[in-house]
């Protein structure tokens, strides 16, 4: 909007200008024009015709002859300047117009406009860029999330077959042993919380593009919070032979929404789980620039590709589909979403052998 201000106005100035310039040129004109009046005599006419030389100083002393005619071509001068810019504006409005048209036309690469709206070209096609970009991030997105729609169903007949097979031979074979009933219960009940982990993934993919993330804050303790959640995680480090080393630098207080954040922290403290290539998980918690900081790190080292994406939903870094760490994709994403909306940032690198997850939230 501003620059179309500034456009509308550089216009009239120019037309100003040009008017002014034509003034002063048409009013030295006359001064000269007037003076010469004064001095001549004007002989020629005189001796060509005695009654026009007298008709002509007669009619430029009692009608201003000069004048008139001055004021007649000062007149017609400034109707050009204004037709001519009137005109060029209009060409400038049809080239907008185009130039607009050419922003949705996929077939146009480039935008061009004259050179005094340069401004316009450079900020359109910027446009025309980001617009191209955010269609081909939103048709990978799509495709992300059919793919993995058509993966989770497939992989939903795994555990449900293995579910029904289980509980059928336990209601076929009424004298079965008590340790082999155990031993089916149990890979039964496993089979049917795996059922149940992909079918939440199916309603984390609906849910993600239809409901907005409400924060309810409350005071937070993230030390305590981190504690919490090691305990919870147990059993999986158990059965995945690592374990975490939790470094607590600073009392971390902070105003959040507590289910949220542990959701954050628990996707972290899960990735670092599957993909470390180590048995060792650091988590360091500290103070920095009045924010708390939580870092999360594992061996093992991600490609800058992957870095690059790896906030975006749908997206996941193991393009194996494990059925461990293949999850729907939108852990991070939502992850980062959540912490965006406590005005807090998290980031990703990977160096020297090592991913380190960064949280950074406000201080309370």
Known sequence: MKNKVNFVEKFIKKA???????TVIVYIIYKLLDLYFDLAEFQWVYDFSADLYYSLKNNYINNNLLFIVGFVIWTTGVLVIIIRLLIKFKNVINYLTKAINELYDKEVDF?????????????????????????????????????LIVYLAHDLKTPLTSTIGYLSLLDEV???PNSQREKYIKTALDKANKLEDLINELFDIARFNT???????????????????????????EENNKKINIE????????????KIARVLSNLIKNAIYYSKDDDIIIKTFKENNNAIVEIINKGVL???????IFE??????????SKTGGSGLGLAIAKEIVELHNGKITATSD????????????K
């Open 303 to 309: 490609p800058k590709e992957q870095l690059d994406k």
């Open 352 to 363: 020297n052998g090592y991913t380190k997850f960064r949280v950074e939230l406000p201080e």
């Open 174 to 176: 009424k004298d079965m």
């Open 16 to 22: 100003l200008m040009q008017i002014i310039i034509w």
């Open 211 to 237: 409901e907005t993330i409400v924060i309810n804050k409350e005071d937070l303790d993230l030390n305590m919070m981190l504690e919490q959640l090691i305990d919870e995680f147990y059993p999986i480090l």
């Open 248 to 259: 607590y630098k600073d009392d971390l207080k902070i105003l959040g929404d507590s289910d």
């Open 313 to 322: 939903k749908f997206y996941r870094a193991d393009s194996s589909r494990n």
């Open 111 to 147: 935008i061009e406009l004259p050179i005094e709206l340069e401004d316009f070209q450079q900020k359109l096609n910027n446009l025309k860029k980001e617009s191209v970009k955010n269609e081909r991030m939103a048709r990978e997105t799509e495709q992300r999330k059919n793919d």
